[in-house]
C-alpha cells in the first residue's frame, strides 16, 4: 500500500466571477488544472502525534482548529498519525489547504481501508470547503455555481507553465470586497475551444479572465510586479493570477522553457517562490 499522498496545487486557468447573490455566494465559472508538485502527506509511525508539519511554510499553519487536515480525519472519525510537508505558499491561490484536505481522505480510506466510496469523499470534502469537491481527485474540470459543480474536461492538454508568489498573502475577503466594490461582471462559460492542442488552448485562455486578478493587485501590488515579471520572461505565452492570488502562473509551449523561464525569475527574485511545473492531471494513478 502507498503509504503517501500527494496534494496537488490547484491553479485556476480562468476565473470569471458573478455579482453576489441572496445567499452571500458569488457564482464563477472557471476551468481548474492540478499541478505536479504541491504538499505531501504521510503516515508516520503507531504513536506518533496526530499531525505533524514539516516543510517551508510549516510555520503559516496556525493551530489545530484552522487546520483542514484534522478536519478531515474528523469527519471520517479516523484516528491517524500523520506528517503534512507543507511545501506550497499559505493563502496564495493554489488550494493548498483543501487539497491537504483531499489528500487526507484518500490517503486515510487506503491506510485503513474504509468502506467509502468515490460519492461519499466527495460529500465529505464539499462539507470541510468550497474546494474540496474539486481538489479531493485533482481532475481537470469545469467549476460552476459556488464552485460545486464540477464537469471533468480529460481534452485538456498538458500544459508546461511557471509558478510564482512574490511572498506576500492575499485575503480572499478583501479581495472578493475589492471586486464588489468595482463594475459589475458575469460568472460566464465560455464556449471550450475549438481546438485541444496547447497552442490553441493557450490562445483561447488569452481571451478569457480572472476577474479577481485586478482588485487583488490594488490591494497588494506585490502581484502586479509578479505578474509583469512572469510577462516578461522568456518562453512565457500567457501571464495570469490564479484564484485570489496572489499566486502567478506563466504558460509556456513546452517543459524547457518553463523550466528557463524558472530559472531566469529565480536569479531576477531570490526572495519569491518560483517552480516550474506541468499542469493537468497532479496524480499518480496509485494515488486516486
Not at 76 to 82: K, N, S
Not at 222 to 246: E, F, H, K, N
Not at 261 to 282: E, K
Request: with cysteine; glycine share 10%.
Amino acid at each position: 500500500m502507498r503509504r503517501d499522498a500527494l496534494a496537488p496545487a490547484k491553479v485556476n486557468l480562468f476565473l470569471h466571477v458573478g455579482p453576489l447573490d441572496a445567499d452571500g455566494y458569488h457564482p464563477l465559472a472557471s476551468l481548474v488544472a492540478f499541478a505536479d508538485i504541491g504538499d505531501r502527506l504521510t503516515l508516520a509511525p503507531a504513536g506518533s502525534p496526530r499531525l505533524s508539519v514539516t516543510g517551508p511554510f510549516s510555520g503559516a499553519l496556525t493551530g489545530e482548529d484552522d487546520n483542514l487536515v484534522l478536519r478531515a480525519l474528523r469527519s471520517l472519525d479516523a484516528d491517524l498519525p500523520l506528517v503534512l510537508d507543507k511545501q506550497l505558499p499559505v493563502a496564495s491561490g493554489l488550494g493548498g489547504g483543501s487539497a491537504d484536505a483531499g489528500a487526507a481522505l484518500r490517503l486515510a480510506r487506503r491506510a485503513l481501508a474504509l468502506d467509502r466510496d468515490d460519492a461519499a469523499l466527495l460529500a465529505l470534502a464539499g462539507r470541510i470547503g468550497a474546494d474540496g469537491p474539486m481538489c479531493l481527485f485533482a481532475r481537470p474540470a469545469w467549476a460552476e455555481g459556488r464552485g460545486d459543480r464540477m464537469s471533468p474536461e480529460p481534452a485538456l492538454p498538458p500544459l508546461a507553465a511557471v509558478l510564482v508568489n512574490p511572498g506576500v498573502p492575499s485575503p480572499t475577503g478583501a479581495v472578493y470586497r475589492a471586486w464588489d466594490a468595482g463594475p459589475p461582471a458575469t460568472a460566464d462559460r465560455p464556449a471550450p475551444p475549438a481546438d485541444w492542442r496547447v497552442a490553441s488552448v493557450i490562445d483561447w485562455l488569452a481571451q478569457q479572465r480572472n476577474d479577481l486578478q485586478a482588485p487583488a493587485v490594488a490591494l497588494c501590488p506585490a502581484i502586479g510586479t509578479a505578474l509583469d515579471a512572469v510577462a516578461a520572461a522568456p518562453g512565457v505565452r500567457l501571464a495570469r493570477m490564479s484564484g485570489s492570488g496572489a499566486t502567478v502562473f506563466g504558460l509556456c509551449e513546452d517543459v524547457v522553457a518553463a523550466r528557463a523561464a524558472a530559472a531566469v525569475l529565480s536569479a531576477a527574485h531570490p526572495d519569491w517562490w518560483v517552480r516550474p511545473t506541468v499542469l493537468g492531471h497532479g496524480l499518480d494513478p496509485d494515488d486516486r
